[in-house]
């Protein structure tokens, strides 16, 4: 990243945005992804409709700089409501205790925003498009629901262990590894080249309590969630995973930015709906 993007995406630049466009917007909304404002405009607006204006959103490059923004600004600047979207992550299974409880200061409660564009009729209609074929045969040649189930079946066992290495402090890579390190490009599954029981076997080395570990985190992940592990997995790790899937069933060579700009336009909004009343609930329309 260079210094002008450094600068951009400071906190402290972000704080001046903030008294810049004080009275534009009629909420607030402070996000962890650097330069993903785009991102968010275009869902708020799917979310929000055209009754709220928002020339601004704050994305402040990770979690602790939204935190501190809260501990700054709290529920309002003047008459501007605030709100703080953070990822789920894995706080709620292994950090409870830190989590920040307000009405305005949100988790996802899903590992982070990409697992809400993992939505089976978008990725139909992606896959149409290239494939121009009748809706059935696109839902039995995507099989969209036996991909989802078999990756986060896969999937749950690494991030059992990336959570692990989260909650213990072990200084070891997770989701800096990249998800080819795991994930099979031409399938989209798991690699079949032991890549994960290498891994295991590492993780294993260091914490010989490791499977005990990881059944109490299962433990207090179902408690909240039940048995479906969609919630923990990684939403850009799925995402990654199902644009391989979709290249293998296309057989065409396509890109993933084309694949997730679709998706957000496209995916079920309603699955935010937690948010949209959540901010409902604390602002008042005329």
Known sequence: MDDTNDLLYSTEASATRV???QGLNDINLFVEDAGMEYLYETIFKRLLGANYCI????SLGGKTNVNARYREFGDKIGDTPNFYIVDGDFDRYIHKEDM???PNFIYLQSYNIENYFIDENATEQFAKGRLKKLDSEIKQLVAFQEWKQKIVSQAKKLFLCYCLVQKLNIPEPTLTRGPYTFIDQKTGYERTDGAYMEYWKHILSIVPTAENEMESISAEY????????FNFICG?????????????VTKSKLRIEDLKWHLI?????TKLDYI???ILSSVSRP
């Open 265 to 269: 336009n496209n995916f079920d909004i």
């Open 19 to 21: 008294l810049f466009y």
């Open 55 to 58: 020339s601004a959103i704050y």
């Open 100 to 102: 920040i409880d307000a």
């Open 236 to 248: 850009k790790f799925l995402l990654t995973s199902l644009f391989c899937h979709l290249e293998a």
């Open 276 to 278: 949209r009343v959540a």
């Open 222 to 229: 179902e408690s909240i969630n039940g048995t479906d592990y």
